[in-house]
């Protein structure tokens, strides 16, 4: 038996689990998502992240056919039915089939569908030792145009700069405002610490406010670190003591040289060590259990 898929209320074999050539999230990337990580059998944040989700649904004006809490069950079951206990879970709903024009309304019922599987998405030496990034010439999308805080299945503007990160031989890369802010990186929030403080540009920079970002300023608040939000330039990132990546898949990753500048020691700094243990610690207590 392989991994099994929920697709629209059911859970099905992966070689099964298929959808309309006609569904609006494949042909125009209408849909929303959400990535979240259990921790032995605790599904991290799972109530953030399900709320997160109805709310982009909400704005686009996409109906999930399910509620909140059914959802959540939906969820549990599916993690259950892979006997997975440390997982990466997809939730995925589309506008549905329809039409081959724009039009939502042509599209009369929603798909949905929830993965899990594994998930590594940077090696261990990366937490170790820290990671290299760039910036890339591809800006984060004019939040005026697409609200980042909608988290759509439109990923061209990250998945370009990816591309760029990549040719440039490294794994993530900066990307920054049209008018040339520091914003986020292709799937993760930044981080830097300076003189002691935790910063971290505000949302109105172009950047999805994070369940990981919220839970990291949380404890570094715990840790009595002063957390601030504020435009930051590349100068601000370059001068910086430690700098760190945040995202639901990378946790909390270090980041030790930006376009050729090493940051602070060129190793992961202290506030960033103490707030990787932390996280950790918090991702075995808070969540649901299954």
Do not use: W
């Not at 042509?106 to 929830?114: M, Y």
């Not at 594994?118 to 999308?141: A, F, Q, S």
């Amino acid at each position: 038996m392989g991994l099994k898929i929920y697709l629209n209320g059911k859970l099905v074999e992966a070689s099964e689990a298929k959808i309309s050539v006609f569904d609006h999230g494949l042909l125009y990337g209408d849909g929303v998502f959400e990535g979240i990580r259990s921790y032995g059998s605790l599904v991290f944040k799972l109530k953030e992240h399900v709320d997160r989700l109805y709310e982009s649904a909400h704005t686009i004006l996409l109906k999930i056919p399910l509620s909140k809490q059914a959802m959540t069950q939906a969820v549990v079951s599916t993690l259950k039915a892979n006997k997975l206990t440390d997982a990466y879970i997809r939730l995925v709903v589309t506008r549905g089939p329809g039409d081959l024009g724009l039009d939502p309304r042509k599209c009369e019922k929603a798909t949905l569908f929830i993965i899990t599987d594994k998930i590594v998405l940077y090696p261990d030496r990366v937490y170790k030792d820290g990671m290299e990034i760039v910036t890339v010439p591809t800006p984060r999308n004019l939040p005026e145009a697409l609200n980042p805080q909608i988290k759509s299945l439109n990923y061209l503007n990250n998945i370009l700069a990816k591309i760029e990160a990549t040719n440039a031989g490294v794994q993530e890369a900066l990307m920054l405002s049209a008018h040339g802010y520091v914003a986020e990186c292709t799937g993760d929030n930044i981080f830097i610490v300076k003189d002691g403080a935790l910063l971290t540009p505000p949302p109105y920079a172009g950047l999805l406010r994070g369940i990981t970002r919220g839970c990291v300023m949380d404890l570094a608040r715990k840790a009595r670190v002063a957390v601030r939000e504020e435009m930051m330039t590349r100068h601000d990132l370059y001068n910086a003591e430690e700098c760190f990546l945040t995202g639901t898949a990378a946790e909390i990753a270090p980041i030790v040289k930006i376009d050729g500048r090493v940051i602070g020691a060129g190793k992961p700094g202290k506030v960033t060590l103490k707030l990787m243990r932390n996280f950790r610690a918090l991702t075995k207590v808070d969540g649901v259990k299954y």
